[in-house]
């Protein structure tokens, strides 16, 4: 009797209510469309092939595309970006990230893990126009508004380096391996006990083991080393515009004391955006959630 209470408890860990195959058939469905907007980052190394390091997402406003993700991905701080590349659309060769990065700051002391993470990379023109039209997430699939509903899941989706196979040397051609977690969050007390606040982060709950597939089968999944930088996506119910997840977060850190995905939420990083980019400020919804205000030290640096 104790085993089997031990695996129920185990059991809450999963998406309860969620568990059933409309929503997990939904859920692939969505992943399987939205794929196209990730992709993963690699890191140069001196001695060997390239590392898949990270996630990224590509988002347009206006005329101007970026690809999204977490700060941390540009390593150091105090030595600029590394060199960071990803998989060409056309060739699937791996092709140096260009652009302007831009990062938010530490809001405490310099030893301080930055709570935000915020990675943002203003692409050259030269790249985003070899990067598909159709990949770009548009404001129109994002939800500013969102501080979490519970009864809803969400979907983070990247690209974990321990199940993706090494870049070819040889061809330098990139493959990866793209995982989907659907999940429900966890409650904001969790956010409180990190001095967190649902205004401005999301803690997905995270079950390595005793985690479901789409079929509903109980497996155990690879550690998500690499989703850092990967959309988080809200699953909606099928309404009359034929959407059925929403874009609201960026998942930035594995939290194994919580047991969950944390991810800030998208209007922190459309604050930065409308900061850099002044002239596409006004195509960015201000949030009724949370008031993201520019001061000293800056978000963005």
Known sequence: MAKRKKR????????????????????KIEASKRKAHVCPIYRAKLSTEPELIATGIFFSIG???????????????????QYLYIPSHRTRDLTELVGTYIRSTKDKSADANDTNDI???LLHEELAAQIESSAFVT??????????????????????WRVSPKVCRRSRTATASIFSYLSELLGHEKLLKRGLSSRTHFLLRYAKRHSRDHTGRDITVPDPHGLSGGPLWRIEPLNSDGETSRLVGIVIEWDREEGGLLAFR???????IGQICPEIAHLIPESETVAVKITTPLLIS
């Open 8 to 27: 129920n408890n185990a059991y809450r860990f999963l998406i309860s209510s969620l568990v059933n195959n409309l929503v997990f058939g939904r859920a």
């Open 63 to 81: 005329d101007r595309k970026f690809v999204l993700t977490a700060s941390h991905v540009f390593g150091s701080s105090d030595e600029g970006h």
């Open 119 to 121: 990675g943002i990379v």
């Open 139 to 160: 404001m129109d699939m994002v939800d500013v508004y969102d501080i979490g509903d519970f009864t809803k899941p969400y979907m983070a989706m990247g690209f974990p």
């Open 266 to 272: 998208l209007p922190l990083i459309l604050a930065g």
